[in-house]
């Protein structure tokens, strides 16, 4: 079975700083991974996705993340915080076809001034 | 483009009462789903509906929890009679066909909030 481990549940960064989302993932075959932010109040948006090629992705808002399969994981980085990215982030797993995600349980990020 | 609309946003109802969520997808999205989210873990598949056939529903509670999606439009989430437990956000989403294929990523709407006393 396919699961999402996000080792932390909360961290505070500095406005400005860079920050570094860790995400591991567990999945026998090629796995589909993905980020989502979520503010208080509000459904999930999708940051990025990986599917395949390469390994370095870029989404939204000035993130990215790296998919590295011998370390299983999908951490998710953005050079320099802003205090609107003060958030609740979600990695994803999953595959083609016909299947469901299995999410993380999510990593608070607080922003400091 | 209009988002995945939910309705009620919030809902408190007794233990053993009955409750029932709304989600209308995105135009022309065949694919719907109903996620549980409980306090501090992230979503949880409930059911998939593609068109109105379910796909996927291994991890509804069939005991308690129903679901449908009649004509292929919207959906309609039931919990009756409610446990504690179920305290939750029920979010619903939307994608244009089934799987994650590069085109066709999950729509969340912004999720009805559940408590239960």
């Known amino acids: 079975a396919q699961s999402v481990t996000q080792p ?10 860079s920050l570094e989302l860790r995400c591991n993932y567990s ?23 990986y599917f395949s090629g ?28 802003h205090w609107s990215d003060a958030a609740e982030y979600f990695c994803a797993v999953g595959d083609s076809g016909y299947s469901t995600l299995t999410f993380g349980k999510g990593t608070m990020l607080l922003v400091s001034p | 483009e209009a988002g995945v609309a939910q309705s009620p946003r919030y809902k408190i109802i007794e233990k053993r009462q009955s409750v029932a969520f709304w989600c209308n997808p995105i135009s022309g999205h065949a694919t719907l789903y109903w996620y549980q989210q409980i306090l501090g873990q992230g979503p949880k598949l409930l059911i998939q509906f593609q068109n109105n056939g379910v796909v996927d529903d291994s991890q509804l509670p069939k005991d308690r929890f129903s679901a449908e999606r009649l004509k292929g439009v919207d959906s309609t989430l039931k919990i009756q009679p ?13 994608s244009l066909k089934p799987g994650q294929g590069g085109n066709s990523p999950l729509h969340f709407g912004n999720g009805t909030r559940l408590t239960v006393t």
């Open chain 1, 54 to 81: 390469d390994t370095l992705v870029q989404g939204i808002k000035g993130f990215e993340a790296e998919f590295k399969r011998s370390q299983s994981s999908f951490n998710l980085r953005k050079p320099s915080v």
């Open chain 2, 82 to 94: 409610a446990k504690l437990e179920d305290s939750a956000v029920y979010l619903c989403a939307s």
């Open chain 1, 27 to 49: 999945y026998g075959a090629t796995p589909y991974l993905f980020w989502y932010v979520q503010s208080p109040g509000q459904g999930l948006q999708l940051l990025l996705k």
């Open chain 1, 8 to 17: 932390d549940i909360h961290i505070t960064v500095s406005e400005g700083a």
